[in-house]
């Protein structure tokens, strides 16, 4: 069994704790049991369509839920997986796949959060295309697209262990264990989102799968559910403020703000409200997280920890 990869991991904690919650999406819990069962029936999909070791599987979807799905499934084929933002141009869309020699192109509308009961349920273009003169899929897990702000967005290639080697750091720096569930908001078409799977898959914590950014929602699920990380860009927070009720729940821990600058005053707004803040960069090519830092640790270092 290689633990440094999603199906490792999860195969390894559906041993160990199969009925603990691995994901929490659209009202459901879903232990890690039932996901196991969940990435096989996808497997078999992937199967039925023809996908095979070291195919490339783009995937043209907003539905969190799937991409997770799909990432646990690409894994246990040994296929690369490629989320891009479906909002993207279609031609923009050619240009990535192309460079990345794509075998096959998922499209997906629906948030349908337990489905895939045959193969008809998800359909999958083949493309079958040349690849790229001299490259070998065999070590390469995840391709995400870069934001584009240098110049034209590019893929990004990213293996297991430097996935695994970025979860295990962040979860050292952040404290996050088994016991702990990560809220996530961001999309899985951007590192920051789907990094989010990986560090939940080495700590075999739980995650809270919300198919895009509602402040009023996330306000509640933060009351809802026993949530101690949190995700964010800026303007998310600022939202979040916005709607907030009162000081956060005393079990959220970290509040992981990064993707952008976040401005003096509103930090200090969250701050002063009780909200955790870490800030953090990162890019694409490092698997997320660069370098992160606790801000009310920075701004009261009386509070710092030894």
């Given at each position: 069994?290689?633990?440094n990869?999603?199906?490792?991991?999860?195969?390894?904690?559906?041993?160990?704790?199969?009925?603990?919650?691995?994901?929490?999406?659209?009202?459901?819990?879903?232990?890690?049991?039932?996901?196991q069962?969940?990435?096989?029936?996808?497997?078999r999909?992937?199967?039925?369509?023809?996908v095979?070791?070291g195919?490339?599987?783009?995937?043209?979807?907003?539905?969190?839920?799937l991409?997770?799905?799909?990432?646990?499934?690409?894994?246990?084929?040994?296929?690369?997986?490629?989320?891009?933002?479906?909002?993207?141009?279609?031609?923009?869309?050619?240009?990535?796949f192309?460079?990345?020699?794509?075998?096959?192109?998922?499209?997906?509308?629906?948030?349908?959060?337990?489905?895939?009961?045959?193969?008809?349920?998800?359909?999958?273009?083949?493309?079958?295309?040349?690849?790229?003169?001299?490259?070998?899929?065999?070590?390469?897990?995840?391709?995400?697209?870069?934001?584009?702000?240098?110049?034209?967005?590019?893929?990004?290639m990213?293996n297991n262990?430097?996935?695994?080697a970025?979860?295990?750091?962040?979860?050292?720096?952040?404290?996050?264990?088994?016991?702990?569930?990560?809220?996530?908001?961001?999309?899985?078409?951007?590192?920051?989102?789907?990094?989010?799977?990986?560090r939940?898959?080495m700590?075999?914590a739980?995650?809270?799968?919300?198919?895009?950014?509602?402040?009023?929602?996330?306000?509640?699920?933060l009351?809802?559910?026993?949530?101690?990380?949190?995700?964010?860009?800026?303007s998310?927070?600022?939202?979040l403020?916005?709607v907030?009720?009162?000081?956060?729940?005393?079990?959220?821990?970290?509040?992981?703000?990064?993707?952008?600058?976040?401005?003096a005053?509103?930090?200090?707004?969250?701050?002063?409200?009780?909200?955790?803040?870490?800030?953090?960069?990162?890019?694409?090519?490092?698997?997320?997280q660069?370098?992160?830092?606790?801000?009310?640790?920075?701004?009261f270092?009386?509070?710092?920890?030894?």
């Amino acid at each position: 069994m290689n633990s440094n990869n999603l199906t490792g991991r999860l195969d390894a904690v559906t041993q160990r704790s199969p009925e603990a919650s691995a994901i929490h999406v659209r009202g459901a819990s879903v232990p890690y049991a039932h996901l196991q069962q969940l990435v096989e029936r996808l497997v078999r999909h992937l199967n039925f369509y023809g996908v095979e070791r070291g195919d490339t599987i783009a995937m043209v979807t907003g539905s969190s839920w799937l991409t997770t799905l799909t990432l646990y499934a690409g894994a246990k084929l040994g296929a690369v997986i490629y989320p891009v933002n479906p909002k993207m141009p279609e031609n923009s869309h050619n240009v990535l796949f192309q460079q990345a020699g794509v075998d096959f192109i998922i499209h997906h509308e629906n948030d349908d959060p337990l489905f895939l009961d045959g193969p008809e349920v998800l359909q999958i273009q083949p493309l079958r295309p040349q690849r790229p003169s001299g490259r070998d899929n065999s070590d390469i897990a995840l391709i995400m697209a870069t934001s584009g702000s240098g110049g034209v967005p590019k893929g990004v290639m990213l293996n297991n262990q430097a996935l695994f080697a970025a979860a295990r750091s962040a979860n050292v720096r952040l404290d996050f264990d088994a016991a702990d569930c990560w809220l996530n908001c961001l999309p899985l078409y951007h590192i920051g989102g789907a990094s989010i799977v990986y560090r939940v898959a080495m700590a075999g914590a739980a995650m809270l799968l919300q198919q895009g950014f509602d402040a009023e929602q996330l306000w509640r699920d933060l009351h809802s559910y026993s949530v101690t990380h949190l995700s964010l860009v800026p303007s998310m927070l600022i939202k979040l403020l916005g709607v907030a009720n009162g000081r956060p729940p005393q079990q959220l821990r970290v509040v992981l703000i990064g993707g952008a600058a976040l401005d003096a005053q509103s930090a200090r707004r969250a701050l002063d409200a009780g909200w955790p803040l870490w800030l953090t960069y990162g890019m694409s090519e490092t698997a997320s997280q660069l370098a992160t830092g606790c801000l009310s640790e920075m701004a009261f270092p009386e509070n710092s920890r030894d």
